[in-house]
């Protein structure tokens, strides 16, 4: 890419090499509203556009101003020929004073990255995350506008959907012993009899028993009592209406 490459002649040589010939690289159709694309790559959950400017000044990576001297200095010719003329840096050095740049002083974009991420991470063991998944409700930006086969797309994609189907088949709810035959001990007052003690796993056993529910849709762990979808709303139904 370098020397003497812009921004411009990166596209162009993008084009050239990958245009017609990799069916994940395509020329982007500009939509009013969205920022300038320069070419688009076909990704497993859709086609991303991207936009060029600034790419090759961000990725820069000169050599080591130390390591291109012992490059200068070799005793091989063809290494010390191929690095006579080297202009990796964009301000020249200033040979007046004698002095090069400190190696020390210098970053590239790798160590830079690495730097950053160690900082990132730094941060988050020091905090408590929540993460928050984002869904783009439109394309173009526009308030109040919800592309519904766009936001299903992203949601296939970030397994969103794929989860709501496991938990669907296997028993995504659940509450503690105690905790239901606290609040739906009144569907059936008789299965638990008063003054009787009976530990919270055997009065939700005899109090689901004696309902008129589908009793494989529940099953019994070592703390809580495990529901399939829907059946806990319908005992918030049935429960509704004993108390009107």
């Known amino acids: 890419m370098f020397p003497k490459a812009t921004d411009m002649t990166f596209k162009a040589k993008l084009y050239d090499n990958h245009l017609g010939k990799s069916n994940n690289f395509q020329k982007p159709r500009n939509v009013k509203g969205k920022q300038e694309a320069h070419f688009s790559l076909v990704h497993y959950a859709g086609t991303v556009d991207y936009n060029i400017l600034g790419w090759l000044q961000k990725n820069k990576d000169p050599l080591n101003e ?3 001297g012992l490059y200068q ?5 063809l290494l010390s020929n191929l690095f006579a003329n080297y202009a990796g840096a964009d301000a020249p050095v200033d040979k007046g004073k ?5 190696g020390s002083s ?3 974009v790798s160590a830079l990255h690495r730097e950053n991420l160690n900082k990132l991470m730094t941060n988050l063991r020091s905090t408590h995350p929540h993460f928050v998944r984002c869904i783009i409700p439109n394309e173009t930006k526009s308030p109040g506008v ?3 086969p766009l936001v299903m797309h992203q949601l296939r994609c970030n397994g969103v959907l794929e989860g709501i189907r496991i938990c669907r088949k ?14 739906y001990r009144i569907l059936n007052p008789a299965a638990i009899p008063e003054g009787q003690f009976i530990d919270s796993r055997k009065g939700a056993e ?8 589908d009793h494989n849709q529940y099953k019994f762990g070592h703390t809580k009592v495990f529901f399939k979808a829907g059946l806990l709303g319908l005992l918030e139904e049935m429960r509704d209406e004993r108390l009107s």
């Open 73 to 77: 200095k070799s005793s091989l010719k």
């Open 106 to 108: 210098f970053q590239t």
């Open 66 to 68: 130390t390591v291109v």
């Open 146 to 148: 919800i592309d519904n």
């Open 206 to 213: 005899k109090l689901l028993g004696s309902l008129d529910i």
């Open 98 to 102: 004698g002095k090069a740049k400190k």
């Open 170 to 183: 296997g028993f995504p709810n659940r509450i503690l012993y105690g905790d239901f035959r606290q609040r």
